[in-house]
């Protein structure tokens, strides 16, 4: 397959290309700067010519602006603005250049695990609801914005992406110096679920949707068992062989980070990924520990 790739050169898309490479298949880059050899220009705020599509089998849109930061409204407008925006054009230049060629046949487009907003103990699958706050907001418009290529015949998937586990970036980076010091412990209460998916099985999850026909609309791109952020910090301790004594507060981590630590670290979504089990996906690491492991080896 030849595979357009946006956001190619972050933690997801450059794991995805070595990925396809390895594969066999061929990954091309979607880049905002002066294109190298082999690579496609865009502008994510202007109109794509639908004929650079053309020639390709699939595309993978990881680009939008990074989440991290005191969410100012600024902030927070460049964040859904980055996602929409690039989607919405994304989407539209498919449907063209699949009703004139037939190609791309797949938009795999990234989402969030943060659609479900927060729910407590509730299992969360495909089929459960949109919940409340702004990640959860992000993450409808973002997905609508993919309406277009799937009006068109164009088979659209939105990757409800969990916690994802690796050491050199995501949740599990910033983590790391305070554990290895013996200075971590649970997050505000650690009652909230965190659910989390190993790197490997992201990616892994990624090229399975890319090759199977049956899987389209939402995806959650989680493991199959959820954690309590408690049991998440015990199983990071033991596998740094550190303890885990130094609680966080909630009232610190609203002090210190605002909302954006509020809806990143005290919310409790339990999500699984029934599509991707229905449909035959064998998780590489469906144990935390061994995912831990496997991360930090990385």
């Given at each position: 397959?030849r595979?357009l790739i946006?956001?190619?050169?972050?933690?997801l898309g450059?794991?995805?290309?070595?990925?396809l490479r390895?594969?066999?298949?061929r990954?091309v880059?979607?880049?905002?700067?002066a294109?190298?050899?082999?690579e496609?220009q865009w502008?994510?705020?202007?109109p794509?010519?639908?004929a650079k599509?053309?020639g390709?089998?699939?595309?993978?849109?990881?680009?939008?602006?990074?989440i991290a930061?005191?969410?100012?409204?600024?902030?927070?407008?460049?964040?859904?603005?980055?996602?929409?925006h690039g989607t919405?054009?994304?989407a539209?230049?498919?449907?063209?250049?699949?009703?004139?060629?037939?190609?791309?046949?797949?938009?795999?487009?990234?989402s969030?695990?943060?659609?479900?907003?927060?729910?407590?103990?509730?299992?969360l699958?495909?089929?459960?609801?949109?919940?409340?706050?702004?990640?959860a907001?992000?993450?409808q418009?973002w997905?609508a914005?993919?309406?277009?290529?799937?009006e068109?015949g164009v088979?659209?998937v939105?990757?409800?992406?969990?916690?994802?586990?690796?050491?050199?970036?995501?949740?599990?980076k910033?983590m790391l110096?305070?554990?290895?010091?013996?200075l971590?412990g649970?997050i505000?209460?650690?009652?909230?679920?965190?659910?989390?998916?190993a790197?490997?099985?992201e990616?892994?999850?990624m090229?399975f949707?890319l090759q199977?026909?049956?899987l389209r609309g939402?995806?959650?791109a989680?493991?199959?068992?959820?954690v309590?952020n408690?049991?998440?910090?015990?199983?990071?301790?033991?596998?740094?062989?550190r303890p885990?004594?130094?609680p966080?507060?909630a009232?610190?981590?609203k002090t210190?980070?605002?909302?954006?630590?509020?809806e990143l670290?005290?919310?409790s979504?339990?999500?699984?990924?029934?599509?991707?089990?229905?449909?035959g996906?064998?998780?590489?690491?469906?144990?935390l520990?061994?995912?831990l492991?496997?991360?930090?080896?990385?």
């Amino acid at each position: 397959m030849r595979i357009l790739i946006s956001g190619a050169s972050g933690l997801l898309g450059s794991a995805l290309t070595r990925a396809l490479r390895a594969a066999g298949h061929r990954p091309v880059a979607l880049v905002r700067r002066a294109p190298r050899a082999g690579e496609v220009q865009w502008d994510p705020n202007q109109p794509l010519d639908p004929a650079k599509l053309a020639g390709f089998d699939a595309i993978v849109h990881l680009a939008g602006k990074n989440i991290a930061g005191r969410w100012t409204e600024d902030l927070k407008r460049e964040v859904l603005q980055s996602r929409v925006h690039g989607t919405l054009t994304l989407a539209t230049a498919a449907a063209r250049s699949y009703r004139e060629t037939g190609h791309p046949r797949v938009f795999l487009c990234s989402s969030g695990a943060g659609y479900y907003g927060d729910r407590g103990d509730e299992l969360l699958t495909e089929e459960s609801s949109a919940g409340q706050g702004f990640l959860a907001e992000v993450c409808q418009q973002w997905e609508a914005a993919t309406a277009a290529a799937d009006e068109a015949g164009v088979r659209v998937v939105n990757l409800r992406t969990g916690v994802v586990l690796a050491r050199e970036g995501g949740a599990l980076k910033p983590m790391l110096p305070p554990f290895r010091l013996g200075l971590g412990g649970r997050i505000g209460s650690g009652k909230q679920y965190w659910s989390w998916i190993a790197l490997d099985d992201e990616i892994g999850a990624m090229q399975f949707i890319l090759q199977n026909e049956s899987l389209r609309g939402p995806v959650n791109a989680v493991g199959p068992t959820p954690v309590r952020n408690a049991e998440f910090v015990h199983a990071l301790g033991e596998v740094l062989h550190r303890p885990v004594i130094f609680p966080l507060p909630a009232w610190v981590i609203k002090t210190l980070l605002g909302e954006m630590g509020e809806e990143l670290l005290l919310t409790s979504a339990r999500v699984v990924p029934a599509k991707l089990s229905a449909a035959g996906y064998r998780f590489a690491h469906s144990e935390l520990q061994d995912a831990l492991r496997t991360a930090l080896r990385q």
